[in-house]
């Protein structure tokens, strides 16, 4: 079965970066989804259910730690592997991260070949 | 010639060491007011006892004759000098000028020449002659008018000062009436003394018990003094520093009826003294009713703060309430003290007023830093991260593909390659800049999470190590280790800490081209010190403080290629300082720099452990 990989940021060059740093796990035919907005995220979540997702934090409608507890909480998708993407630094709120069930931070600006390292490992690819 | 010791000579003997010693006494407190006088009346005691004794010990008449009019000299001074006393004890002195004061002196003048010339005319003395007492040769004189009249004018002199203190006694507040009832009897003793020798009716009239009379009163006098420190609270001082302090003072009684109040009370009030004597304080003093409701029990001293309206604007007043206690402890009344404290209440408001605007300035100042610094991340993401990928992809895909060997295209290969890593490493430095200015600020306004727990110092210099290598590796530097066994750890933030001694490596790093880099750690007394010392460029001694200055890099900006944010010191000093280290540089130009920190040793379990948290976090 192929793996499938959502991208969830509200900036379209984020989702740009993103898809195009995953890109190359296209040719093991992992498919790669993109949302604009939380909503839009859980949605996908919902009916692609990813094994990996790039969440962003701060977004219209949902933010990243609202969409993150109802997948892992709600929905209760255990396995579906969410890094959270956030723009505080190290005023990410950590706490509030562990209480919604995130897997993992990143701290943007962040470098295209650790992400892809990253999904390879949680992919196992 | 022959002397003779009787038994009279023992009251006089003790009499003048009691007046020379009250003399002394009165004398050391000689800023008192009344204290000369009272040691010119004292002395005056003691010269007519001497007198005395030496009369009673003379046996020729001629002897006596002499002594006997010598003890006058004293008599004269203890009424004029007792009279002055008393005024200047009381605070009544104002007429007390030279003249009159020359003038208090005419009549014993007159009496004393009178009396030296009694021989001629017999006015003081009738007669004088040797009379027997018991076994002793006395004096016996009959008085003649100049002596009723000199005793007259004493009697006068001292009855007046009985009247000044009574008068005294009788407006004084309770505690000062010991005080003067002692000074009364005393000089009632002296006067009852006189009346016995000058009417005869003692039982050896021969015999002047004045003097002793007069000691009994300096006795009570004494006793006066130290019991009740007569010198030390006149009643004089007492009204002065009530009338003109600038504190409000009123007096109240167990009622709480307004008994007494000074100048500033009456300002306060507004009202003269005169017509609000006698009413309930709640009638004059609106505030007071509030207060008293609040206190249950007003017999304790009592604080608060006040405000009274004063013709619009409102005055803030330190209030105390103490209740006034007679020597059994029982109720007698309540003072109430008013401090005006408006200035300070404005100044203190004016100072609050400031630190909320100062604190309010920097919060919104840490916002802005913040919601800067995140609103730069998104778009450094998408430089960095596309810069990275673009050159990957022109690596992976373009340059395979090219199949020119045109000179033209491979050079702009090569630029754009280098192009690449320019905009990369400018948004690395970008995004170093903003963390730091983050961090500075968050350590400005005290917010930064610190995670403390134990720490090796020796350790943290080998991570530093690891992180600086590949940089050692570019510029070919040797790096040196130089730590001293065994030694001790203490308490810090790792993270922080490593990060201290990279910024001090790096820079060192920077501007050395040639030779090594050494890392020290040394103990010295409670401290571990750190050196970090370079053989580069070194700098001046006038921008030894510089180089710690936020956005303030040493040297000529540009030759010398600044490369940092200008904030790595800056943080250095702040995170050392936070951890209660120093940190300060020494060096010598074109020999190179030493930078040193010190933390203190600090033994483990002191500080809070380190928090973990179970979600990782992937960032460098």
Known sequence: VAAKILIVDDEAHIRRLVSQALEELEDDGTEILTAEDGAAGLQAAKEAKPNLMFLDVMMPKMNGFEVCNAIKHELGMKDTYIILLTAKGQDFDRTRGEEVGADLYMTKPFDPDELLAKAREVLGL | ?620
């Not at chain 2, 021989?119 to 018991?134: E, I, Y």
């Not at chain 2, 009852?192 to 009239?205: C, K, M, W």
Request: hydrophobic share 45%; charged share 20%.
């Open chain 2, 1 to 620: 010639m022959q002397l003779q010791f009787s038994p009279f000579l023992i009251p006089l003997v003790l009499c003048t060491f009691v007046a020379a010693s009250l003399a002394l006494f009165a004398l050391r407190r000689r800023t008192a007011p009344g204290a000369i006088s009272f040691a010119f009346a004292i002395l005056g005691e003691m010269a007519w006892s001497v007198a005395n004794i030496l009369q009673w010990m003379s046996t020729d008449f001629a002897g006596e004759l002499f002594w006997a009019r010598a003890r006058f000299l004293g008599t004269e001074i203890i009424s004029v000098c007792y009279l002055i006393f008393v005024a200047q004890y009381i605070g009544q002195a104002g007429w007390l000028t030279r003249r009159n004061i020359t003038l208090l002196f005419m009549m014993p003048v007159i009496s004393l020449a009178l009396l030296w010339t009694n021989d001629w005319h017999h006015l003081f003395w009738t007669s004088a002659s040797q009379v027997k007492v018991g076994a002793y040769v006395a004096l016996d004189v009959h008085f003649g008018p100049a002596f009723f009249v000199h005793t007259l004018y004493d009697y006068a002199l001292i009855s007046t000062g009985l009247l000044l203190l009574t008068l005294e006694f009788l407006r004084s507040p309770r505690l000062y009436r010991r005080q003067l009832s002692g000074a009364l009897l005393a000089a009632s003793l002296g006067l009852a003394a006189s009346l016995l020798y000058v009417t005869r009716v003692s039982p050896v009239p021969e015999y002047d018990l004045t003097p002793v009379g007069f000691a009994l009163a300096g006795s009570v006098w004494a006793w006066t003094f130290f019991r009740f420190k007569l010198f030390d609270i006149v009643p004089a001082a007492r009204e002065l520093v009530v009338q003109n302090m600038d504190d409000a003072l009123l007096v109240l009684d167990e009622r709480y009826r307004l008994v007494d109040l000074n100048p500033s009370a009456e300002r306060i009030l507004n009202h003269p003294a005169a017509a609000r004597l006698g009413q309930p304080l709640r009638d004059i003093f609106p505030a007071w009713a509030e207060l008293a409701s609040h206190s249950p029990n007003l017999n304790s001293l009592h604080t608060a703060e006040i405000q009274l309206p004063d013709s619009g604007t409102p005055r803030y007043f330190d209030l105390r309430l103490s209740p006034i206690l007679d020597p059994s402890g029982r109720l007698n009344g309540r003072m109430l003290l008013l401090r005006d404290i408006t200035q300070q209440k404005e100044n203190e408001i004016a100072l609050r007023e400031a630190k909320e605007a100062a604190e309010a300035a920097s919060k919104a100042k840490g916002a802005f830093v913040a919601s800067v610094s995140h609103e730069l991340r998104t778009p450094l993401t998408s430089v960095i991260g596309f810069a990275k990928l673009n050159k990957k992809r022109m690596e992976d895909v373009i340059v395979p593909a090219l199949t020119t060997d045109s000179p033209k295209v491979q050079r702009a290969v090569n630029q754009m390659r280098e192009n690449f890593d320019i905009i990369v490493s400018e948004g690395e430095r970008l995004t170093k800049l903003i963390n730091n200015v983050l961090d500075l600020s968050k350590i400005e306004a005290g917010k930064l999470d610190w995670r403390t727990g134990p720490i090796s110092v020796p350790q943290i210099v080998d991570q530093a190590f690891a992180s600086t290598a590949s940089i050692f590796l570019q510029k070919q530097l040797e790096a040196i280790k130089d730590i001293a066994p065994d030694l001790p750890d203490t308490v810090g933030d790792q993270d922080r800490l490593e990060e201290v001694v990279i910024n001090l490596i790096s820079n060192a790093i920077k501007f050395t081209d040639r030779g090594a880099i050494t890392c020290r750690v040394r103990r010295e007394d409670n401290f571990i010190v750190t050196n970090v010392i370079d053989q580069g460029i070194g700098i001046a001694k006038e921008d030894y403080d510089k180089v710690f200055q936020e956005f303030v890099q040493v040297g000529d900006t540009l030759t010398d290629k600044p490369q940092g944010t200008g904030l790595g010191l800056p943080i250095c000093k702040q995170i050392v300082e936070h951890h209660g280290g120093r940190i300060w540089v020494e060096s010598e130009l074109g020999k190179g720099s030493t930078f040193s920190f010190t933390l203190p040793i600090i033994a483990e379990g002191n500080g809070t452990t380190t928090q973990t948290t179970a979600m990782a976090s992937a960032t460098n």
